[in-house]
């Protein structure tokens, strides 16, 4: 199965500084990669994804990641962090399926602390 | 915008007893997923659905069964809960190429067994 990691439980940053979660996966063909967040009490909201093209990818509320493939590793970023960007945040890669439809295989999630 | 509604934000329920959590999206997606969120463990699959009455199990269909009669709904079933099964539970959907688009959560329903 097609699987990814988030190394780091939690990162704390302070407010204005650039943030950085990490992300490393394992694929077998080449890998679709997405990032999502949950804020407290919520469901997940889509970010960013990775299909193919450029390394340098941007989403929403100002985050964006960086797809390297000789380092497997697919971290999110933002250059000016911001109190309200705490939450939790999920990497997923596509795993099963068919041309039917994909399941996303999630990591276990890092939680953003930003404090001001 | 899409939506993804669970019915329940929050369930107590005592072990034995079966457990039904339902999930309705209002765009015509074709995949919807049933996913359990633990911490420290992530997002797990539980089952997902690409088209009506159709089911693919995941990575944690122990315990747990699924019905899709209708594109909109799919819903989860515990056939008798146990304590084990006490999580937050996500809804998901999504069309064909949502792999590639991104999938629409629900809110969650946290389910606590007694």
């Known amino acids: 199965a097609q699987s990814v990691a988030q190394p780091e439980d939690q990162v704390n940053v302070a407010e204005g500084n650039p943030l950085t979660v990490k992300c490393t996966y394992s694929?077998?063909?080449?890998?679709?990669l997405f990032w999502y967040v949950q804020y407290p009490n919520r469901g997940l909201q889509f970010l960013l994804k990775y299909i193919t093209g450029d390394n340098l990818v941007k989403g929403s509320y100002g985050f964006e990641a960086e797809f390297n493939k000789s380092q497997t590793s697919f971290h999110l970023k933002k250059p000016s962090a911001l109190v309200s960007d705490s939450a939790l945040y999920f990497c997923?890669?596509?795993?099963?399926?068919?041309?039917?439809?994909?399941?996303?295989?999630f990591g276990k999630g890092t939680s953003l602390l930003v404090t001001p | 915008d899409v939506k993804v509604t669970q019915s329940s934000r929050y369930l107590v329920k005592r072990t034995g007893e079966k457990v039904f959590l339902e999930c309705v999206q209002d765009?015509?997606?074709?995949?919807m997923f049933w996913y359990r969120q633990d911490p420290g463990l992530g997002l797990r699959l539980i089952y997902f659905?690409?088209?009506?009455?159709?089911?693919e199990k995941g990575d944690i269909p122990e315990g747990y069964s699924v019905s899709r009669e209708k594109k909109e709904r799919f819903s989860l079933i515990l056939e008798s809960a146990s304590t084990n099964q006490t999580s937050m539970y996500l809804c998901?959907?999504?069309?064909?190429?949502?792999?590639?688009?991104?999938?629409?959560f629900g809110s969650g329903t946290r389910l606590t067994v007694v």
């Open positions: 998901a959907s999504g069309t064909h190429s949502g792999a590639l688009n991104g999938y629409t």
């Open positions: 997923a890669v596509r795993d099963r399926g068919s041309n039917s439809g994909y399941a996303l295989n």
């Open positions: 659905s690409y088209d009506v009455k159709m089911k």
């Open positions: 765009m015509d997606h074709e995949n």
């Open positions: 694929v077998s063909g080449n890998p679709y």
